[in-house]
């Protein structure tokens, strides 16, 4: 992935060597059959638009919306093509030709993600909603665990110092799991390393980005590198590994990483830490972003290993959740077909948890366990699953 700042390049079709290596890796070819939602399929249709042997008609945008962006054709293709960039920019080139209901829904998004004082008043209104009674009456916004969102910064008010670790939350990071902040704090906090929430900084620009926002995605990461500058800290670290994935492009001499990558290291690193007895059937999920994001999935998996009477498994399908790159808001249909054999394993096997450090993955699972009508499974962020049962 190599985030330009030009906003459109032309496609060379001689890149594709049509050699169709990587549709078996493609998850929407995969549930459709269908060679137009293959990585090959959309060449060919991006290729036609930009040489206008194609209209940019609904049907031939379709496919370019419902690309994932998970990038398994990139890891696979002998010619070595671009996907990420190729993708990004016939979104960002064919934007004003989509539907009126795509661009209002993109644009929402991103206006109520992306705005701090929008995201607290968010937050302040699913805390209200998670009282009860309200609760219950609010039952059918089935894509939310509720209780994930704490809005709790327990140390603002001490003055920030030099050798604190930073925690950015990103946008939908910062309303659907404020609690993992929470949980970085204390889990680092047991192992004397001090942090704090960086407040008021908006959005790392993947989500404009990806989403055929290119110049907005761009603004959003040049005033988030700046802040980030500005603000000072020892190390800065995000948990949504989305972020991660586009901001590890961007950062230049800032010390950034995962968090999750970092408090793996940290953990591992110790001999101090114990965990709890936990005799809880898990499946860990692996998110396409953790190559870019930088998280070594086999240490999450050591690290897992250590905890007495865990039974841990992995998914055995390769693919992505489907719900990468706004699917999840655009395309549903697809997500849920494409998340299917991961929420039939987990009912097959009894999963009591889901650990995901993405948290569109995450939202794909929690909607899909809740239309599955599967309430004996809860979906975490590995680290908030670390946090519970860690003793120190
Ligand atoms: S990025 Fe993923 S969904 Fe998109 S074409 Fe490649 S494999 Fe298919
Ligand atoms: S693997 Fe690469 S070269 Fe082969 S069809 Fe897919 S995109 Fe084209």
């Known amino acids: 992935m190599e985030i330009k700042n030009t906003p459109y390049k032309m496609l060379d079709p001689e890149n594709c060597v049509m050699c169709g290596m990587c549709l078996n890796n ?82 929402l998004v991103s206006f109520l993600l992306t705005k701090s004082y929008l995201k607290k008043t968010i937050i302040n209104i699913f805390n209200i909603l998670n009282k009860k009674p309200l609760k219950k009456i609010f039952k059918f916004m089935n894509f939310i665990q509720l209780e994930n969102i704490e809005a709790n910064n327990n140390i603002i008010n001490k003055k920030q110092n030099k050798n604190e670790v930073g925690i950015f939350l990103g946008c939908a990071s910062a309303i659907f799991q404020k609690n993992v902040a929470n949980d970085c704090m204390q889990i680092l906090k047991k192992n004397n390393i001090s942090s704090r929430i960086i407040e008021n900084v908006e959005c790392c620009g993947s989500l404009d980005y990806n989403s055929g926002k290119i110049n907005k995605g761009i603004k959003h990461k040049e005033k988030l590198i700046k802040e980030f500058r500005e603000k000072d800290y020892k190390k800065i670290i995000a948990y949504a590994s989305g972020c991660s994935a586009f901001i ?29 007895i936990t005799k809880k059937n898990i499946c860990v999920h692996k998110p396409c972003t953790s190559k870019l994001a930088n998280i070594d999935f086999d240490k999450l998996i050591t690290l897992l290993n250590n905890i007495p009477d865990l039974n841990i498994s992995v998914f055995e399908d390769n693919y992505c959740c489907g719900a990468g790159a706004q699917n999840l808001i655009h395309n549903k249909e697809n997500s ?57």
Do not use: W
Request: glycine fraction near 2%.
């Open 26 to 107: 493609c998850p929407t070819y995969n549930i459709s059959n269908n060679e137009s939602e293959s990585p090959r399929g959309r060449i060919s249709i991006i290729h036609g638009l930009n040489e206008s042997m194609l209209e940019p008609s609904q049907s031939a945008l379709s496919h370019i919306n419902s690309c994932t962006l998970c990038l398994a054709c990139e890891s696979i293709c002998p010619a070595k093509v671009n996907f990420y960039q190729l993708i990004t920019d016939a979104r960002n080139k064919y934007f004003k030709k989509q539907k009126m209901l795509f661009k209002v829904k993109t644009q």
């Open 248 to 276: 590890n492009k961007n950062v230049g001499n800032i010390d950034y990483q995962d968090a999750t990558s970092f408090i793996l290291e940290v953990l591992l690193n110790s001999n101090d830490n114990n965990f709890k």
């Open 336 to 392: 849920l077909n494409i998340i299917k054999p991961k929420i039939d394993y987990i009912m097959s096997n009894n999963i009591e948890y889901v650990l995901t450090y993405n948290v569109g993955c995450s939202l794909n699972f929690i909607n899909s366990l809740n239309i599955n009508d599967i309430n004996t499974t809860k979906v975490l962020h590995p680290i908030t699953f670390l946090n519970k049962i860690l003793i120190k």
